[in-house]
C-alpha cells in the first residue's frame, strides 16, 4: 500500500523559510511523477510544484515561481519542497501526491496518491 507521509511545516513569519519533506513508501518511488498541491481555507486545492522521475523536468505555479524549488531523492524516497520569502497567502494545508506514471502534470486527476497533509501558516 502506498502511503506519503508530509513534515515541516509550521508557523513562519512573512519573508521566512520552510522546508517540506514528504517520504513515501509502499511504492517503486524512483518511477513517478511527484507533485505538491495546497489547499487554503475556504478554497480548493491548487497546484503549486511537480517533478518528474529523475528530477529532469520541474513545474511551478505562476503564483509561487522564484520563491519554491521542487527537488527529489530517489534514493531515499523523499520528494521535498524549498519555500522562501513566503507571505501571507501561501497560508494553506500542502499535499505531496503521487503520479499515475512518470509525466509531469498540473492536474490533481493526474495523481493517486495523495498524502495527509502539512499546515503552513504566514502571518505578516
Known amino acids: 500500500q502506498v502511503q506519503l507521509l508530509e513534515s515541516g511545516g509550521g508557523s513562519v513569519q512573512a519573508g521566512e523559510s520552510l522546508r517540506l519533506s514528504c517520504v513515501a513508501s509502499g511504492t517503486t518511488f524512483s518511477f513517478f511523477a511527484m507533485v505538491w498541491f495546497r489547499q487554503a481555507p475556504g478554497k480548493g486545492r491548487e497546484f503549486v510544484a511537480a517533478?518528474?522521475?529523475?528530477?529532469?523536468?520541474?513545474y511551478y505555479a505562476d503564483s509561487v515561481t522564484g520563491r519554491v524549488t521542487i527537488s527529489r531523492v530517489n534514493a531515499d524516497d523523499t520528494v521535498y519542497l524549498e519555500m522562501t520569502n513566503l507571505k501571507p497567502e501561501d497560508t494553506a494545508v500542502y499535499y505531496c501526491?503521487?503520479?499515475?506514471?512518470?509525466?509531469?502534470?498540473?492536474?490533481?486527476?493526474?495523481?493517486?496518491?495523495w498524502g495527509q497533509g502539512t499546515q503552513v501558516t504566514v502571518s505578516s
Open positions: 501526491a503521487q503520479g499515475r506514471g512518470s509525466w509531469g502534470s498540473k492536474l490533481q486527476t493526474d495523481y493517486n496518491y
Open positions: 517533478i518528474t522521475p529523475s528530477a529532469e523536468t520541474t
